[in-house]
């Protein structure tokens, strides 16, 4: 299938997944919260990576929907997390009110504090993975989504504030915040099958770094081009909210180009193992660089 179709696809599969084995707590506005948040659409992104990586490793199976899951899971805890008074302080997330607007501060951050744990219950009693795959998965995941990936990366982003980083900083700290999850799912996919390939892991591991980067450079771009803008500066963006930007640091231009760069060290390491740009990962990576929103 075309890139289209295959993010559509992976959407449709890993949403109807969602609802129907998701353990539903006790509390109903926790579990009414908890979905506003998980089914509130976006692209699906990392999920499609799992997929993808899976593919690429030789799994075309449907083992890949328990990791993305779980992934998606720590994924939209943190833009709960991030949209909170004391963290970005947003008022909209994909057009609707953000969790704490919509519920309220407290809600939000267990709701968020459940998801992140229901993510390593479903890795852990996934009838579909066996023990070893279980524990390789829990601690790509945990090691990606903690204090040494994206929960250390927060941290940097919020004592960065109103400071001038140098290239290798910014690079450091988006390294962590965004790119460590873009990495564990590409890790995760590839622990779909056994027994795993040390060149195909080390591939994918400067892919991800390099599409991580991508990622984050394209978002601050499209935080200075989109249409969407209050008083001249893009609403909850990092150039309103003065923070260090690929932008800031290096210009539009500058940012476009370092982008491209990415892109290129991205599909660099896809031919190390065979794979081009007509590949599903590597339309993935074009698709990172050339989205409009």
Known sequence: MNLNDFLRDTRQQLENRLLASFDAPKS??????????????????RPALVRAAALAAGNDTQDWLIPAMALEMIHVYSLVH?????????DLRRGKATNHKEFDEATAILAGDALQTEAFAILAGADSLNDRQARQMIAQLSQAAGANGMVGGQMIDLQ????????????????????ALIQAALQLGVLCQSPLSGTLLSAFERYGRALGLAFQITDDILDVTASTEVLGKPQGSD???????????????????????????????????????????????????QRDH
């Open 28 to 45: 109903e506005r926790l579990r009414t919260a908890m979905r506003y948040s998980l089914l509130n659409g976006g692209k699906r992104l």
């Open 160 to 179: 960065s504030e109103q400071k001038t980083l140098t290239l290798s900083q910014l690079e450091k700290l988006h390294a962590l915040k965004t790119g």
């Open 82 to 90: 991030d949209d909170l008074p004391a963290m970005d302080n947003d």
């Open 239 to 289: 150039l309103a909210a003065d923070k260090a930007t690929y932008v800031s640091l290096l210009g539009l231009p500058g940012a476009q180009q370092q982008a491209v760069q990415q892109h290129q060290l991205a599909l660099g390491a896809l031919a190390e193992v065979g794979m081009d740009a007509q590949t599903l990962l590597g339309q993935l990576a074009t698709y990172v660089i």
